[in-house]
């Protein structure tokens, strides 16, 4: 899909202007979104697949960007977790 420049221009602008948090939190939420959109087509073209089957397909297709998602999602949730205490 082609882009303006200006359109491009204006996304990456609102993009410094967010914090390193938000920009964190909207790539989790692209990743999560990615993964639900990859669990559906499966579903789709496998209606009768089991979960385990389903986390296999899923695995292939992503690889260990899901292990490392998971991981990264433990690790920033324990610091937000941290952060609320402090607060």
């Known amino acids: 899909?082609?882009?303006?420049?200006?359109?491009?221009?204006?996304?990456?602008?609102?993009?410094?202007?967010?914090?390193?948090?938000?920009?964190?939190?909207?790539?989790?939420?692209?990743?999560?979104?990615?993964?639900?959109?990859?669990?559906?087509?499966?579903?789709?073209?496998?209606?009768?697949i089991t979960e385990q089957e389903q986390k296999a397909k899923t695995k292939e297709m992503y690889g260990t960007l899901i292990e490392n998602q998971e991981l990264i999602n433990k690790m920033f949730l324990l610091d937000l977790w941290q952060k609320i205490q402090k607060a």
């Open 1 to 48: 899909m082609q882009y303006s420049k200006e359109v491009e221009q204006r996304y990456y602008d609102k993009l410094r202007q967010m914090s390193g948090e938000e920009r964190m939190k909207l790539g989790f939420a692209m990743c999560d979104f990615a993964m639900s959109l990859a669990k559906v087509s499966i579903q789709y073209q496998f209606p009768n």
